[in-house]
């Protein structure tokens, strides 16, 4: 006789809720501000100026992750999930 075992459920961070379309302009995106950020940082000349250009880093950052991912833990929680191909809503 065998055990039972309970179905696997696969963790929240591990779903898919961005579309194909969606995470390469995240990924796109994202890149071109990490990059846009990290020169302007490199020549800023305030301390407001830095800690903006900080912020456009890690939001590029959080766009690029979330874009290869494919999961956006906002979407999770306001329960959007991505849309199937050939699926109309």
Do not use: F
Request: proline share 4%; net charge positive.
């Amino acid at each position: 006789m065998t055990a039972y075992r309970a179905p696997a459920r696969t963790p929240a961070w591990r779903t898919v809720n961005i579309g194909p379309i969606e995470r390469a302009g995240r990924i796109v995106l994202g890149i071109a501000a990490i990059v846009v950020g990290a020169v302007l940082v490199t020549s800023a000349g305030s301390a407001l100026a830095v800690v903006l250009e900080v912020l456009l880093v890690a939001a590029g950052l959080d766009l690029a992750v979330t874009g290869a991912l494919g999961h956006c833990p906002l979407y999770a929680r306001l329960g959007r999930a991505a849309r199937q191909a050939g699926v109309r809503r």
